[in-house]
């Protein structure tokens, strides 16, 4: 940037009269903390980054600046720069940035049994399979089954006896032996046992309970407090979503307290239906924001802020597949943990799945897919920069924990975060990091 101006109030930006008219300048009026900017592509130091502003790496001198939100021309902009992401909050001395992309990614990988030992087209044989303690139908097979309709005859019968039909098994040949992958993916059961009656055929379990039991590496949290100090299993997040929602679908209830766990609808914000509600907290928006999640508080899963730790501890933990190959046991945090910006400083490890404390300082900006709102400046920024913008309408996991079966999560529907995210569902993930600001 070869253009950047600092004045002391406006009459002195006015009265420069040597100031380029036919370049990109950026000017800070310090009295009033006023950013003028002048031309397309305004870059400047990152130091000077607002939100919604696209972060871009300088391949040149090895930094990285941003383009100023409402300027960026990407057909005009030099190949020197790399885009990054773009801004979503800032501190002082460091920004929270999104690197605009929007994939779908199991929370836990499915558990998975590798069966093998088939005597393809010898002899006719049979089994029952013992899942926990459940047994299933006798499953046949003869000389003329192939390996194809003998994984179909397992899953159907795996299915005639789990109450949860999520069970798949696919036949293989790996040029040397027959098997059968065996998969669950639900939130019930626990697995703790698999076993086969016939002793010439063997099953192996591959993986570990990653969709139905706690991590072990994190530490879960059931608490999420609203700012009217209850703690809840969910709490308002995007205030413009929550109304949206709430205002028609809330709860139908009279009488209720300030401690109530609740929303009611709008039509009850009454003095009738509801009087202490109504006098104390005077407007339906007032009493919609004591129902938000609290953001300073000491206790609960806001507190967390820890998602590139999260992300981390997550993205470690593999398997070896049916096929030899080494997967992650738990996608969502491996995908964001591998993700990486070519070119630039941002590579494979500098990226996380966002906490609930992260994810609310994203969502809690996005009127995107809310009706009837103007456009937020994050998301003008992510269509100037040519990335996915975040949407208040798409449900967004987190790296934080519930419980066993469960992760937390943006529910897009209420404009809440919930608890009850299943780890099994491939839910929409956002990709965050960190910039260290420099002049």
């Known amino acids: 940037m070869k253009n950047i101006n600092n004045y002391q109030n406006l009459a002195a930006y006015t009265a420069d009269v040597n100031r380029p008219t036919n370049e990109n300048t950026v000017s800070l009026i310090k009295d009033v903390n006023i950013?003028?900017?002048?031309?397309v592509n305004v870059i400047v130091p990152s130091i000077y980054c607002a939100v919604g502003d696209t972060v871009v790496y300088d391949t040149v001198e090895e930094k990285y600046k941003v383009i100023k939100n409402g300027t960026v021309n990407r057909a005009l902009l030099s190949s020197r720069y790399i885009i990054t992401g773009v801004v979503a909050t800032r501190t002082n001395t460091s920004a929270l940035i999104d690197?605009?992309?929007?994939?779908?990614?199991?929370?836990?990988?499915?558990?998975?049994?590798?069966?093998?030992?088939?005597?393809?087209?010898?002899?006719?044989?049979?089994?029952?399979?013992?899942?926990?303690?459940?047994?299933?139908?006798?499953?046949?097979?003869?000389?003329?089954?192939?390996?194809?309709?003998?994984?179909?005859?397992?899953?159907?019968?795996?299915?005639?006896?789990m109450t949860i039909p999520t069970w798949t098994a696919t036949g293989y040949y790996d040029g040397e032996d027959f098997y059968v992958d065996v998969?669950?993916?639900?939130?019930?059961?626990?697995?703790?046992?698999?076993?086969?009656?016939n002793g010439n055929?063997?099953?192996?379990?591959?993986?570990?309970?990653?969709q139905t039991a706690l991590t072990g590496l994190l530490s879960p949290s059931t608490q999420l407090y609203r700012n009217d100090g209850t703690a809840e299993y969910f709490a308002g997040v995007n205030f413009w979503k929550f109304k949206q929602y709430y205002s028609v679908s809330g709860g139908d209830l009279v009488n209720q307290t300030s401690t109530s766990a609740g929303v009611i609808r709008e039509s009850r914000f009454n003095a009738t239906d509801n009087p202490i509600l109504f006098y104390y907290y005077k407007t339906y928006d007032n009493y919609l924001q004591a129902k938000m999640?609290?953001?300073?508080?000491?206790?609960?899963?806001?507190?967390?802020?820890?998602?590139?730790?999260?992300?981390?501890?997550?993205?470690?933990?593999?398997?070896?597949?049916?096929?030899?190959?080494?997967?992650?046991?738990?996608p969502a945090a491996d995908y964001c943990n591998s993700y990486?910006?070519?070119?630039?400083?941002?590579?494979?490890?500098?990226?996380?799945?966002?906490?609930?404390?992260?994810?609310?300082?994203?969502?809690?900006?996005?009127?995107?897919?809310?009706?009837?709102?103007?456009q937020d400046v994050m998301t003008k920024g992510f269509i100037e920069a040519g990335l996915t913008p975040t949407?208040?309408?798409?449900?967004?996991?987190?790296?934080?924990?519930?419980n066993s079966q469960y992760s937390w999560?943006?529910?897009?529907?209420?404009?809440?975060?919930?608890?009850?995210?299943?780890?099994?569902?491939?839910?929409?993930?956002r990709v965050i990091s960190n910039l260290i600001l420099e002049p």
């Open 293 to 330: 999640v609290k953001k300073s508080y000491s206790k609960g899963i806001i507190t967390d802020k820890n998602g590139q730790s999260n992300t981390k501890g997550l993205a470690i933990m593999t398997y070896t597949n049916h096929d030899g190959t080494i997967s992650p046991a738990y």
């Open 391 to 402: 949407n208040a309408g798409s449900m967004y996991k987190s790296s934080c924990e519930y």
């Open 35 to 39: 950013i003028k900017r002048q031309g």
């Open 99 to 161: 690197a605009g992309v929007q994939v779908n990614k199991q929370w836990g990988a499915n558990w998975k049994v590798k069966m093998f030992g088939f005597d393809i087209g010898l002899e006719d044989r049979s089994f029952t399979l013992t899942i926990n303690s459940t047994i299933s139908p006798t499953i046949n097979y003869t000389t003329t089954d192939t390996i194809t309709t003998i994984a179909e005859k397992i899953q159907t019968a795996i299915r005639a006896v």
């Open 183 to 197: 998969e669950q993916n639900s939130h019930t059961p626990n697995i703790t046992s698999f076993e086969c009656s």
């Open 201 to 210: 055929i063997s099953a192996i379990v591959l993986t570990g309970n990653y």
């Open 340 to 374: 990486s910006v070519a070119g630039t400083k941002h590579l494979a490890g500098s990226w996380w799945l966002p906490s609930v404390w992260e994810m609310e300082q994203i969502i809690s900006k996005i009127t995107n897919g809310i009706i009837g709102m103007e």
């Open 409 to 429: 999560g943006y529910n897009s529907t209420t404009g809440a975060f919930y608890h009850a995210v299943d780890k099994y569902l491939s839910h929409p993930l």
